[in-house]
């Protein structure tokens, strides 16, 4: 069965520094993988996804994420953290049907520190 | 621009009430979605529908069932409310494409059973 792990429920950052979240996936084809954020009181917004072609994807808000089909991975990264970006970050693997059904992970929150 | 919205932001009903949840959106997706979101679990999906009076269980169904009679509303409905249904409440739509099209979320109903 799909599974989605995020092994960081909690990560502290200060402002300017660089980050990584990891998702580690399990899904037995090539996957549909996406990064979802959700501000405090928010809904989800798309930060990313990969279905195919370049390994390393770029989003919005300075954000990019690498496939990594031999370590099962899609990790997000920006360079250089603001303030603003303290949220919830949840990667997805697409089920794999054209319904369009996502597994989500866990979710990692991020801190950041001033 | 895509909208997905949500009847309410906040709920407070008491237990063996029928809780009625809406969910309305304007891009004449045939995809919507149902999911609860609680800390630490992550976004899990309740019910789902790829068309107009046509859904299928989620992953966690029990307690819930659906209505679309429409194509941009899909209604969650609480049977009997219990304490066990306090929950973040998320909805979303998607066009009926491959597996890489993007899920649209509304802004949540936060539902506290008492």
């Known amino acids: 069965a799909q599974s989605v792990t995020q092994p960081d429920i909690h990560i502290t950052v200060s402002e300017g520094a660089s980050l990584e979240l990891r998702c580690n996936y399990s899904?037995?084809?090539?996957?549909?993988l996406f990064w979802y954020v959700q501000s405090p009181g928010q809904g989800l917004q798309l930060l990313l996804k990969?279905?195919?072609?370049?390994?390393l994807v770029q989003g919005i808000k300075g954000f990019e994420a690498e496939f990594k089909r031999s370590q099962s991975s899609f990790n997000l990264r920006k360079p250089s953290v603001h303030w603003s970006d303290a949220a919830e970050y949840f990667c997805?693997?697409?089920?794999?049907?054209?319904?369009?059904?996502?597994?989500f992970g866990q979710g990692t929150t991020l801190q950041v520190k001033p | 621009d895509v909208k997905v919205t949500q009847s309410s932001r906040y709920l407070v009903k008491r237990t063996g009430e029928k809780v009625f949840l809406e969910c309305v959106q304007d891009?004449?997706?045939?995809?919507m979605f149902w999911y609860r979101q609680d800390p630490g679990l992550g976004l899990r999906l309740i019910y789902f529908?790829?068309?107009?009076?046509?859904?299928e269980k989620g992953d966690i169904p029990e307690g819930y069932s659906v209505s679309r009679e429409k194509k941009e509303r899909f209604s969650l409905i609480l049977e009997s409310a219990s304490t066990n249904q306090t929950s973040m409440y998320l909805c979303?739509?998607?066009?009926?494409?491959?597996?890489?099209?993007?899920?649209?979320f509304g802004p949540g109903t936060r539902l506290l059973v008492l």
């Open positions: 990969y279905f195919s072609g370049d390994t």
């Open positions: 529908s790829y068309d107009v009076k046509m859904k």
């Open positions: 979303a739509s998607r066009p009926p494409m491959g597996g890489q099209e993007t899920q649209y």
């Open positions: 891009m004449d997706h045939e995809n």
């Open positions: 997805a693997v697409g089920a794999g049907s054209n319904t369009g059904k996502l597994i």
């Open positions: 899904y037995g084809a090539t996957p549909y």
